[in-house]
């Protein structure tokens, strides 16, 4: 077994590295070394260095959502990454509001975009 997030800490592998090992192995918790969580926001589209965050500088101890206490360990959560791809978590019953607020700053990105954009 390799710890696959201890080895991009220590910057013993790059992230392409790892998202090479981490694509030809599906053993996430027996082969790299991911804790039970770390499988969960991985399937949550938690990227690797996401997940370095996570357990080196700590899991988010309240909801990006409601802003509400949430206990990684305990509470029904799903990873996304906030309005400036900050790594969070929410609520499951966050979740559709959540979608609702990405969706508004997705829409006032592209305006913005649309409006810089000239011919
Ligand atoms: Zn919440």
Redesign the pocket.
């Known amino acids: 077994m390799i710890d696959l997030l201890a080895q991009l800490y220590e910057g013993k592998i790059d992230l392409d590295h790892a998202y090479d090992i981490l694509e030809g192995n599906r053993k996430w918790i027996s082969d790299l070394g991911f804790s039970e969580f770390e499988s969960r926001a991985s399937l949550h589209a938690a990227g690797l260095d996401d997940l370095v965050i996570f357990r080196y500088q700590g899991w988010p101890t309240t ?1 990006a ?2 802003q ?1 206490p ?1 206990d990684y360990k305990v509470d029904y959560w799903w990873f996304t990454p906030d309005k400036d791809e900050k790594p969070c978590l ?2 499951i019953h ?1 979740l559709a509001e959540w979608s609702k607020k990405e969706k508004s700053w997705k829409l006032a990105e592209t305006d913005i975009e649309e409006g810089e954009s000239t011919d």
């Open positions: 909801c959502n409601c509400l949430l929410v609520h966050c």
